[in-house]
């Protein structure tokens, strides 16, 4: 699509308007003929996996959405939106959005053909009840679903599960699960300042993020910060957009994060910056962690490892321990690695040590789920009398035990598999085998890994459903596709895991075509079960996604959000009330000891080391380190495959250092191939000085009309932590290497 074409679509939308000048300015700028009255307004907020879970305000005209822009009532989005919250019109209105159910006469084989919704679901049932029938049980139906639409009543999906009976679950989560556990051992709980409060930071360390691409409205503060004397460190092995916003910016070897964090705690401890008061009134375990710093850790030891200078660990570590307050934001990237959640406990241990914990503008930065106390209506489901589920322990190859005899012992559950492994679970689940996968809110073939081995898991399935917007991979790898709405077409709530504003989501247009929300899909599943076997599902068949909407809330979230009713987000987005100013200002940890953990007996009691010593990343087994970070474009598989994107991102690159280029006889722009074990892609490369020269880089995204998917190259490698809190552990997705070619 041509940059003409994108603009017209703009005037199109009502985005943007033609002056007489011939100029084009944003259809809601004072100088342009724009009457509110023209339009109805609306709330909506954007659902995706992001930091910035932006507030939008809508705006409609004869039932279409014309334009949106960013709430200016959420002083965090501040009447701004990135440039995919700025395309999500053309996500409603596009040509190649799924309009109706659909039915593909052999899997993969491209034949679709349209089917009612009683049809589809009549097809889905029958399957459930033959399954069922077969099996005993509902455990050879699975359901995978993560991120792609974080909106509170899309836990429904679960809830459906749930209202089946006992099934099988892909559980865990891909993102930031290491991380998680980590902040668990050492303060009980993950809990981040509010991010508007950055800007009374003195000193602030950016650790595996990229905010001017990923959070855009977090920089703001970022430069207030500056702009009061603050200095910013970037961390990252490649100089990104947000690298070159830093006063300093270091580019370590991937995966030594928790040696550098460990070196700066040395030169810490020996300058004698340590914050004696707190680590011996809040905290445990400090003179141990001291003595394995004097034992095992020198400055010379980090630079070794990281690559970064001695003398510039010792100037940033002095610099961060004398400044007050400091901050670091630990990026959810620098945790996939074996050693992840070893280095947060290293980067956590630092800020705590130089008393930088329950501070405003302070603090290790991660993320919360402060603002997340909603009811979980949706989701609250009880299975049907006389459900089957699993019994004891889990068998190495995912069986279970459903006899009769294990029955009488203990409770029936839901099976767990790992959806860091999602296509080994799948290969492995026995007793019953995995037949029927749900999936929603995902798109397996672009966020799971090793895509080589999830066709062949594919494969063994009899029946796939996916719930989506598009065509895409994993669309084409199931047997039935059913619509699902975008954010302006249902009812639902959005908080963040990052920032503290949560905000409503009316349906601001009727749902397109035949869509259906996630809330409606299993109210129709419910009908159809329940005709073909009263009984066997006790989701409501009735569903007004507004009502659902409302039983989410309750008078903790009124109270937190310091409103009456939900209401009153009609009007805006609301702040959370904290009872305190900082994350941690009371001193009240939630671990074990009600101290800081610099000794986690818990963490060891589950494997890992008790202090926050260095663990050894993976070893190399291709010549190459493989980074697949996050595009500025797209979030995994989603807006870069809009045509109005593909303006911005028309093709995926490798990106790789001249040297390396140099050595592999490879120019800019040439075909390559980029190919490890676990299998290869082939794709143009870009020349840059900005990847280190041991490295290969390409982005994450998916593209209509291209066969490209990074997840041919990364394998489904564990990180070291996340069992704890989200049921599997993470995944090492910067843990992967490759070669490249000419092709």
């Known amino acids: 699509m041509s940059r003409r074409s994108f603009l017209k679509g703009l005037i199109a939308s009502g985005a943007l308007a033609t002056l007489p000048c011939g100029l084009l300015m944003p259809r809601n700028a004072s100088a342009a003929p724009f009457n509110k009255a023209d339009f109805q307004i609306f709330r909506n907020a954007c659902p995706r996996n992001c930091y910035d879970t932006c507030s939008i305000v809508t705006y409609v005209r004869d039932g279409v959405v014309k334009f949106v822009e960013g709430a200016p009532e959420s002083t965090y989005t501040a009447g701004g939106l990135c440039v995919k919250g700025y395309a999500y019109p053309r996500r409603v209105y596009s040509p190649d959005r799924i309009k109706y159910p659909m039915v593909q006469d052999g899997r993969g084989s491209g034949n679709w053909r349209r089917v009612s919704w009683d049809e589809a679901m009549e097809r889905i049932a029958r399957k459930l009840l033959e399954i069922k029938e077969k099996d005993g049980n509902l455990l050879g139906l699975a359901l995978t679903k993560y991120s792609g639409n974080f909106g509170i009543t899309n836990y429904g999906v679960e809830g459906m599960m749930s209202s089946l009976g006992y099934t099988t679950r892909l559980v865990g989560t891909p993102c930031w ?4 556990d980590a902040q668990n051992y050492d303060l009980g709980d993950m809990w981040c300042n509010d991010p508007e409060d950055m800007e009374k930071s003195r000193y602030v360390i950016i650790w595996g993020a990229n905010p001017a691409w990923c959070s855009v409205h977090s920089m703001k503060y970022v430069y207030a910060a500056r702009e009061r004397g603050a200095k910013i460190v970037v961390i990252d092995p490649v100089l990104t957009q947000t690298s070159t916003k830093g006063d300093v910016a270091w580019q370590p070897e991937t995966g030594s994060d928790g040696a550098l964090a460990l070196g700066m705690a040395r030169h810490v401890l020996d300058l004698g910056l340590v914050d004696r008061d707190f680590v011996a009134s809040n905290a445990v375990g400090f003179e141990e962690f001291a003595t394995y710093l004097r034992s095992s850790v020198t400055v010379e030891w980090a630079a070794e490892k990281s690559g970064i200078p001695a003398d510039e660990i010792r100037r940033v570590a002095e610099e961060f321990a004398t400044a007050k307050p400091a901050t670091i934001w630990i990026g959810y990237g620098m945790q996939r690695h074996v050693n992840g959640g070893a280095a947060v406990r290293a980067i956590d241990a630092l800020v705590a040590m130089t008393g930088n914990v329950g501070k405003v503008g302070g603090g290790a930065r991660y993320g919360h789920l402060q603002t997340w106390g909603f ?11 006389g459900s089957i589920g699993f019994v004891g322990k889990a068998g190495p190859k995912g069986e279970f035990d459903v006899t009769a005899g294990a029955a009488a012992t203990a409770a029936y559950t839901d099976r767990a598999l790992n959806i860091n492994k999602t296509a080994q679970e799948l290969l492995d689940a026995q007793n019953p085998p995995v037949r029927v996968l749900w999936s929603s809110c995902k798109n397996p073939f672009a966020q799971d890994f090793d895509r080589n081995k999830m066709e062949k898991a594919f494969n063994k399935l009899e029946m796939v459903v996916s719930v989506e917007q598009f065509f895409t991979e994993t669309v084409r790898h199931s047997d039935i596709v059913l619509p699902v709405t975008t954010l302006f077409e249902e009812w639902t709530v959005n908080a963040s895991y990052w920032h503290y504003w949560v905000s409503l989501n009316e349906q601001a247009i009727a749902p397109m075509h035949e869509a259906k929300s996630n809330i409606e899909i299993a109210a129709l599943l419910s009908k159809h079960m329940n005709r073909l076997s009263p009984g066997s599902c006790t989701y409501p068949q009735d569903i007004d996604t507004r009502e659902w909407m409302e039983k989410e809330f309750n008078k903790g979230v009124y109270e937190l959000l310091g409103i009456n009713h939900w209401q009153d987000l009609r009007k805006g987005p609301a702040k959370a009330k904290m009872p305190s100013s900082a994350s941690w200002s009371d001193r009240k940890f939630k671990t074990p000891s009600g101290k800081y953990e610099f000794r986690s007996d818990l963490c060891a009691s589950h494997g890992h080391k ?14 190459y380190r493989l980074l697949t970070p996050h595009s500025k474009f797209a979030i995994h598989s ?19 250092n001249p040297a390396l280029a140099g050595a592999k006889g490879i120019a800019d722009l040439d075909t390559v191939r980029v190919f490890n074990p676990t299998g290869e892609v082939k794709l143009r490369a870009k020349i840059t000085d900005t990847v280190p020269g041991d490295c290969l880089l390409m982005y994450e995204a998916w593209f209509r009309k291209l066969n490209f998917n990074v997840q041919n190259l990364v394998d489904d490698e564990s990180a070291d932590m996340g069992a704890y809190k989200t049921g599997a552990p993470g995944v090492a997705i910067h843990d992967q290497f490759a070669d490249v070619a000419r092709a």
């Open 177 to 180: 699960p290491a991380g998680i």
């Open 638 to 656: 989603q807006f870069a495959n809009l045509d109005w994107m593909e303006e911005f991102q028309k093709e995926p690159f490798v990106y790789l």
């Open 610 to 623: 008790a202090l926050p010593e260095y663990k050894e990343g993976r070893k190399p087994y291709a010549p």
């Open 375 to 385: 009811n979980y209506h949706a989701m609250i489901q009880k299975a049907p009398a």
